[in-house]
């Protein structure tokens, strides 16, 4: 497993979602996931991504609270720690 | 008096590449669709019609069908809106097996990193009906739907169900035809356990050194409309389907039987839908997958429904001796296909095909494209039939 900083989930964070569809430039901690067309399922997918990563699942409620990247970074982290 | 369905647009993606037109026209030159003992769509990138999120989220199966359809409703002018209440437009697009690849990949993923790591979309990707799913997700079609999956025969069979929905009223509109993407190492291990693809890698239809079908990929699909709305909002109409008929062999699993009496009444069956005989018909779309047991029982079939003399006197031919068999895309494609011999007034060739074998004694084409018909309005049968003993057999008509 990575071991978990900040700056190590977001770059891993920014890297999966960049995988599902939206462009880069738009990634940034303040989009929601609404507006980067990222649904349900490309939110199982991202986490798939952190959990092989990190050894971190974010799943079922703990998803559907998060709505911008900052808070899937952000939670990730806490958990982690 | 039913209502009569018209034909406005026309979509294919075929190892022959991009294009309904092309299909044909390639076809009609004489070109083969075939590399190495395969069919692959090689000149199709999903990237041209699909959004990188598009391409991700579906099935090769799902992109082959989505790029036809574009083609199929710019061609019947419903670029930018639908000309119907999208609450009265359908959608049926049959498979043989559906999204086989993306099964593959998900079992893979299963066994090397286990339960956590499959993907939340094998199921969409998988699914059978993924490609109508798509396809009204992705032109907001919202009246009835179906799938279609009757093996090779679900192409066929899914514009006979569209044939239906406007007769019956219960659209003014359907989208339809068939999609398939099956050349993965399972699919192709399966067809070759059963003896169904051809060891020489070669197709040639109705000739005696036959030995099974390439397998090939793509998607063939069809605007059909209500021939009275298509005129009222001034539609270029480029065919009808004037019949559809269906039976089952109830005989082996995959084998046809011998005498073709199941596929015998399908025609029947397509030419009393249409209200048509025998003499009525100026060219055949045949099944003529290249396999020994196909190809005679199809024969027989011909001459069983429409006669022996009329039978051999039709010209026909195989569209899969040039693109190979797309299993259940090859009723859409060969439905696409047909239409434009019928407005082009030529069969084209069964390719290959050089030996006569005993009892196969129809024309079957082999000499290039040639003139069908006697100054008439032009119609032709174009037969589809799937492993499972299903047989569908579309009438299909010249504007």
Same mark, same amino acid.
């Given at each position: 497993?990575?071991? @978990?900083?900040?700056?190590?989930?977001?770059?891993?964070?920014?890297?999966?979602?960049?995988?599902?569809?939206?462009?880069?430039?738009?990634?940034?901690?303040?989009?929601?996931?609404?507006?980067?067309?990222?649904?349900?399922?490309?939110?199982?997918?991202?986490?798939? @991504?952190?959990?092989?990563?990190?050894?971190?699942?974010?799943?079922?409620?703990?998803?559907?609270?998060?709505?911008? @990247?900052?808070?899937?970074?952000?939670?990730?982290?806490?958990?982690?720690? | 008096? %039913?209502?009569?369905?018209?034909?406005?647009?026309?979509?294919?993606?075929?190892?022959?590449?991009?294009?309904?037109?092309?299909?044909?026209?390639?076809?009609?030159?004489? $070109?083969?669709?075939?590399?190495?003992?395969?069919?692959?769509?090689?000149?199709?990138?999903?990237?041209?019609?699909? %959004?990188?999120?598009?391409?991700?989220?579906?099935?090769?199966?799902?992109?082959?069908?989505?790029?036809?359809?574009?083609? &199929?409703?710019?061609?019947?002018?419903?670029?930018?809106?639908?000309?119907?209440?999208?609450?009265? +437009?359908?959608? #049926?697009?049959?498979?043989?097996?559906?999204?086989?690849?993306?099964?593959?990949?998900?079992?893979? #993923?299963?066994?090397?990193?286990?339960?956590?790591?499959?993907?939340?979309?094998?199921?969409?990707?998988?699914?059978?009906?993924?490609?109508? &799913?798509?396809?009204?997700?992705?032109?907001?079609?919202?009246?009835?739907?179906?799938?279609?999956?009757?093996?090779?025969?679900?192409?066929?069979?899914?514009?006979?169900?569209?044939?239906?929905?406007?007769?019956?009223?219960?659209? $003014?509109?359907?989208?339809?035809?068939?999609?398939?993407?099956?050349?993965?190492?399972?699919?192709?291990?399966?067809?070759?356990?059963?003896?169904?693809?051809?060891?020489?890698?070669?197709?040639?239809?109705?000739?005696?050194?036959?030995?099974?079908?390439?397998?090939?990929?793509?998607?063939?699909?069809?605007?059909?409309?209500?021939?009275?709305?298509?005129? &009222?909002?001034?539609?270029?109409?480029?065919?009808?389907?004037?019949?559809?008929?269906?039976?089952?062999?109830?005989?082996?699993?995959?084998?046809?039987?011998?005498?073709?009496?199941?596929?015998?009444?399908?025609?029947?069956?397509?030419?009393?839908?249409?209200?048509?005989?025998?003499?009525? +018909?100026?060219? #055949?779309?045949?099944?003529?997958?290249?396999?020994?047991?196909?190809?005679?029982?199809?024969?027989?079939?011909?001459?069983?429904?429409?006669?022996?003399?009329?039978?051999?006197?039709?010209?026909?031919?195989?569209?899969?001796?040039?693109?190979?068999?797309?299993?259940?895309?090859?009723?859409?494609?060969?439905?696409?296909?047909?239409? +434009?011999?019928?407005?082009?007034?030529?069969?084209?060739?069964?390719?290959?095909?050089?030996?006569?074998?005993?009892?196969?004694?129809?024309?079957?084409?082999?000499?290039?494209?040639?003139? +069908?018909?006697?100054?008439?309005?032009?119609?032709?049968?174009?037969?589809?039939?799937?492993?499972?003993?299903?047989?569908?057999?579309?009438?299909?008509?010249?504007?």
């Amino acid at each position: 497993m990575a071991e @978990v900083t900040q700056e190590a989930v977001e770059e891993k964070v920014v890297d999966a979602l960049a995988e599902l569809g939206p462009d880069r430039s738009e990634i940034t901690r303040d989009a929601t996931f609404e507006s980067l067309d990222i649904d349900s399922l490309d939110l199982v997918e991202m986490s798939q @991504v952190v959990d092989e990563e990190f050894g971190v699942q974010v799943k079922g409620e703990d998803a559907q609270q998060l709505n911008t @990247v900052g808070d899937a970074i952000d939670f990730i982290v806490a958990r982690a720690g | 008096m %039913s209502r009569r369905v018209v034909i406005t647009g026309l979509g294919s993606v075929s190892p022959l590449g991009v294009g309904a037109r092309t299909l044909y026209d390639r076809w009609s030159a004489g $070109e083969i669709g075939i590399e190495d003992g395969l069919a692959p769509c090689t000149d199709f990138d999903p990237e041209d019609f699909l %959004s990188s999120k598009e391409v991700r989220r579906n099935d090769r199966f799902v992109q082959l069908a989505l790029a036809a359809s574009q083609e &199929a409703l710019a061609q019947a002018g419903w670029d930018e809106e639908p000309p119907y209440d999208p609450e009265r +437009i359908g959608c #049926v697009v049959g498979t043989g097996i559906g999204g086989i690849g993306s099964l593959e990949n998900q079992h893979d #993923v299963l066994r090397d990193k286990g339960p956590d790591q499959v993907s939340p979309l094998a199921v969409p990707l998988m699914m059978a009906n993924a490609a109508t &799913a798509a396809l009204v997700m992705s032109h907001g079609l919202q009246g009835p739907t179906q799938t279609t999956v009757s093996a090779c025969a679900a192409g066929t069979d899914g514009i006979g169900a569209a044939l239906r929905m406007i007769r019956s009223g219960d659209a $003014e509109a359907v989208v339809t035809g068939g999609a398939e993407s099956t050349l993965t190492p399972l699919a192709r291990s399966a067809f070759a356990a059963m003896d169904a693809t051809s060891q020489a890698g070669v197709m040639r239809p109705f000739d005696a050194r036959r030995d099974g079908f390439i397998m090939g990929e793509g998607a063939g699909i069809l605007v059909l409309e209500d021939a009275e709305a298509a005129e &009222a909002r001034g539609a270029t109409v480029l065919g009808e389907v004037l019949g559809y008929g269906a039976s089952a062999d109830a005989y082996h699993i995959t084998a046809p039987e011998p005498a073709g009496r199941g596929a015998a009444k399908a025609i029947e069956r397509a030419l009393s839908d249409a209200g048509l005989g025998p003499e009525d +018909i100026d060219y #055949v779309n045949a099944h003529g997958t290249s396999t020994p047991l196909n190809d005679s029982s199809e024969t027989q079939a011909l001459k069983a429904g429409l006669g022996e003399e009329r039978a051999k006197a039709i010209p026909t031919s195989s569209t899969k001796s040039a693109i190979g068999h797309l299993l259940g895309a090859a009723g859409g494609v060969e439905a696409v296909a047909t239409v +434009i011999a019928l407005q082009e007034g030529k069969a084209p060739p069964t390719l290959g095909y050089e030996e006569p074998d005993e009892g196969l004694d129809l024309d079957y084409v082999p000499d290039g494209p040639r003139d +069908i018909g006697n100054g008439g309005r032009l119609i032709a049968l174009s037969n589809s039939f799937g492993f499972g003993g299903h047989n569908g057999v579309l009438c299909l008509a010249a504007p």
